[in-house]
């Protein structure tokens, strides 16, 4: 049986570091270091916000599941919830296999969508405008649609699950 271990080297200027072990101890030890040797790096993370691909997937853990035979799944059909959640779901899992590298794009035309949570086209449009207006869906130049951050951000922060 073989132990996945991370190792990182890290040169900024005359500091070195480097860390080894457990994935999740190793990012801890690396966000610890560059706070302390960076400090315009401290600053920065206070005010900027990321989502965290690991608290999404918890967050959406009795709705999204990843096997490696299947990719990312839905555990239950997501046409049955009202078409403003199953949309901005719809787009996580985009956004989730686009972060997990199975995707190039973690966009999606609305055809795509309209399948995907098998809607009616003007429901689908209706539900877009507004998730569009709300600033939880961004809608690109050539007509995809992706989840913005602000939406990632309601989805792991929401208790319960979302209804936009």
Do not use: C, W
């Not at 296999?97 to 969508?113: Q, Y």
């Amino acid at each position: 049986m073989t132990s996945t271990r991370l190792k990182v080297n890290i040169e900024y200027g005359d500091l070195r570091a480097e860390f080894e072990g457990d994935p999740s101890e190793v990012y801890a030890s690396v966000i610890r270091f560059l706070e302390k040797a960076i400090p315009t790096y401290s600053l920065a993370s206070r005010i900027a916000y990321s989502t965290d691909l690991q608290t999404l997937l918890e967050q959406l853990s009795d709705i999204i599941a990843y096997n490696q035979r299947e990719g990312v799944l839905f555990l239950k059909p997501i046409n049955a919830l009202p078409a403003a959640d199953a949309i901005l779901l719809f787009l996580a899992k985009r956004y989730i296999e686009h972060a997990l590298g199975l995707r190039d794009s973690p966009t999606a035309s609305f055809s795509e969508i309209q399948s995907a949570i098998g809607k009616p086209d003007k429901t689908v449009s209706g539900r877009l405008s507004e998730l569009l207006q709300k600033g939880y869906v961004r809608r690109l130049d050539r007509g995809d649609y992706t989840i913005t951050t602000l939406a990632l951000k309601m989805l792991t922060e929401a208790q319960p699950k979302p209804h936009p």
